[in-house]
């Protein structure tokens, strides 16, 4: 038997001769073809993470919300074909609610918002701009890194608490205007009757307030908008992990 120990292995070397290096003849499929390989190129529904403005050691700086890492589509830089092909999908959006703006997918893509109080901000840091983007968004999600936490503290401090949160997703609510659904991150062993307490609270102040809401970024979206259809979202509560199974 030979004995390849400490023996070293050659191949032949590859040469330009022995395949191409780009696959030229794309252009010349049917368009048909191209557009399904593009297609299978999308990355599919994406979370769009929201922050608040970046903190120095005192304070906050007073700015707007920034989008937490997302890649733009590749699509949209491989070729003028790809790219004209991606925006039938992705719009750049939010440009008044966000440092810079976002490209967005409005079928699929999600908002994820860090906590309730970046959720008023994305719209309080705008300057009453309006654009019709606000009231194509279906689904948005926010964190609540306290909602355990404060459902053991005092009766009152819960209470307060749960009536912040309620507040600022009904103002949301009614300046999205057509959400369908809010999704509530929590932590696996938040208490569950905290959970239904918020969603009670919620529910009876939509039902009470939401068509006649007089929030003013509010009432000049519906001056400059017709297409709302003042419709209840639906209130879920998910861990993060849940989330990211269903949304990723």
């Not at 070293?8 to 368009?31: I, V, Y």
């Not at 976002?102 to 008023?120: A, T």
């Not at 964190?143 to 053991?152: A, I, N, V, Y």
């Given at each position: ?38 297609k ?33 589509p ?19 959006s ?14 699929s ?15 309080e ?5 309006i ?5 194509m ?38 300046r ?6 809010i ?25 009470l ?36 199974n269903?949304?990723?």
């Amino acid at each position: 038997m030979t004995n390849l120990a400490g023996k070293r292995r050659t191949f032949p070397a590859l040469s330009h001769e022995s395949g191409p290096e780009t696959f030229t003849k794309f252009p010349d499929l049917p368009s048909e073809l191209r557009r399904e390989i593009w297609k299978y190129l999308l990355p599919g529904p994406r979370v769009i993470i929201i922050a608040g403005p970046p903190r120095t050691s005192y304070r906050r700086i007073e700015g707007r919300c920034f989008v937490d890492g997302i890649k733009t589509p590749e699509l949209l830089h491989i070729c003028q074909e790809s790219r004209d092909f991606a925006l039938e999908r992705y719009r750049l959006s939010f440009g008044p609610h966000l440092h810079f703006p976002v490209y967005f997918d409005f079928s699929s893509d999600v908002l994820l918002l860090d906590n309730e109080k970046v959720l008023s901000m994305f719209f309080e840091r705008s300057n009453g701009s309006i654009t019709s983007e606000v009231t194509m968004v279906k689904t948005i999600a926010v964190d609540l890194p306290f909602l355990e936490e404060s459902g053991r503290m005092h009766i009152v401090n819960n209470l307060l608490f749960l009536m912040s949160v309620s507040d600022r997703l009904l103002k949301a609510t009614a300046r999205f205007g057509n959400l369908r659904e809010i999704v509530l991150l929590k932590s696996p062993d938040s208490l569950p009757q905290f959970a239904q307490l918020l969603d009670g609270a919620f529910k009876a102040k939509m039902r009470l307030s939401y068509s006649e809401f007089q929030d003013e970024y509010t009432l000049k979206r519906r001056e400059f908008l017709k297409d709302e259809d003042g419709s209840i979202p639906k209130i879920t509560f998910m861990t993060i992990v849940d989330f990211w199974n269903r949304f990723h």
